[in-house]
């Protein structure tokens, strides 16, 4: 059984910044690759940022140039550091892993970007 524990979302002001983390319960190198997705009201839940066993990295257009995801491997964890938010990045954001196909999830945490 995989658990993934997201943290560190929470209520900020346009241009603010946050740093999200999500602590795996095994080594994260037993994942193909780990990132983060985000679902606003409404909408479908879309991948943010992604980074893969090897290290190579994925984002979406929407965080090119403010978000950065990246590890570390002694505790089991991926960041996601968010800078210059927007309002329109308010979402619940997960932490996913794959592994051999299969998708695991955390439980989500509430970012709102709000003045």
């Known amino acids: 059984q995989v658990q993934l524990v997201e943290s560190g979302g929470g209520l900020v002001q346009p241009g603010g910044s946050l740093r999200l983390s999500c602590a795996a319960s095994r080594s994260i190198f037993s994942f193909d690759g780990m990132g983060w997705y985000r679902q606003a009201p409404g909408k479908q839940r879309e991948m943010v940022a992604y980074?893969?066993?090897?290290?190579?990295?994925n984002y979406a257009d929407s965080g090119k140039g403010r978000f950065t995801i990246s590890r570390d491997n002694a505790k089991n964890t991926v960041y996601l550091q968010m800078n210059t938010l927007k309002p329109e990045d308010t979402a619940v954001y997960y932490c996913?892993?794959?592994?051999?196909?299969?998708?695991?999830w955390g439980q989500g945490t509430q970012v709102t970007v709000s003045s």
């Open positions: 996913n892993a794959r592994n051999w196909g299969a998708n695991f």
């Open positions: 980074i893969i066993n090897g290290g190579s990295t």
